[in-house]
T-cell receptor, first 110, second 110 residues
Framework: DGGITQSPKYLFRKEGQNVTLSCEQN?????MYWYRQDPGQGLRLIYY???????QKGDIAEGYSVSREKKESFPLTVTSAQKNPTAFYLC?????????FGQGTRLTVV | RKEVEQDPGPFNVPEGATVAFNCTYS??????FFWYRQDCRKEPKLLMS???SGNEDGRFTAQLNRASQYISLLIRDSKLSDSATYLC???????????FGQGTELSVKP
């Protein structure tokens, strides 16, 4: 089955630690996206990539980093510089007419 | 100013009611538009794309006015199962930036 997979579903980390969220797709989509969602809020764009080895900052990139070494993979690292990292993180890949989302990772920093 | 802005919610309506959601976008480079539905603690899913000529899918009708940079979604004969958050989305097809509005929560009551 084609789809987009995020792992893990739930993640707990201590304050000050870097953490990497996984996003893998087998839909052969060029474009991939990372969003953050806080309770009662919409999706805010962190980073996006249209092709391998290229990515752009979104609206809230500070404290995050990404890589796009393979078409299928777009991991997001939440660094210790991110002041308030606890949130729901969603990854998406897109063809022309539709963006497909993974099931998300709920990150809690304690 | 946010790139995509939606009506503030929540909308509380009785079953069978007609409800309309409005959305404006500020990036004139945006070329494609969508409405997504998000259920509580789940990933967003495509409800429908929005075309300049307007499009209808059963009880749902979407309209786009490029001159006014305005998008709408009309839901007729509301069902309990329509209760969700509705997200307005704009895509800059050239730059690849996919921006979501903050969402409007709909609650349909018996």
């Amino acid at each position: 089955d084609g789809g987009i997979t995020q792992s893990p579903k739930y993640l707990f980390r201590k304050e000050g630690q870097n953490v990497t969220l996984s996003c893998e797709q087998n839909l052969n989509h060029d474009a991939m996206y990372w969003y953050r969602q806080d309770p009662g809020q919409g999706l805010r764009l962190i980073y996006y990539s249209q092709i391998v080895n290229d990515f752009q900052k979104g609206d809230i990139a500070e404290g995050y980093s990404v890589s796009r070494e393979k078409k299928e993979s777009f991991p997001l690292t939440v660094t210790s510089a991110q002041k308030n990292p606890t949130a729901f993180y969603l990854c998406a890949s897109m063809r022309v007419t539709e963006a497909f989302f993974g099931q998300g990772t709920r990150l809690t920093v304690v | 100013r946010k790139e995509v802005e939606q009506d503030p919610g929540p909308f509380n309506v009785p079953e069978g009611a007609t409800v309309a959601f409005n959305c404006t976008y500020s990036n004139s480079a945006s070329q494609s538009f969508f409405w997504y539905r998000q259920d509580c603690r789940k990933e967003p899913k495509l409800l429908m794309s929005v075309y300049s000529s307007g499009n209808e899918d059963g009880r749902f009708t979407a309209q786009l006015n490029r001159a006014s940079q305005y998008i709408s979604l009309l839901i007729r004969d509301s069902k309990l199962s329509d209760s969700a958050t509705y997200l307005c989305v704009a895509l800059d097809n050239q730059g690849g930036k996919l921006i979501f509005g903050q969402g409007t929560e709909l609650s349909v009551k018996p």
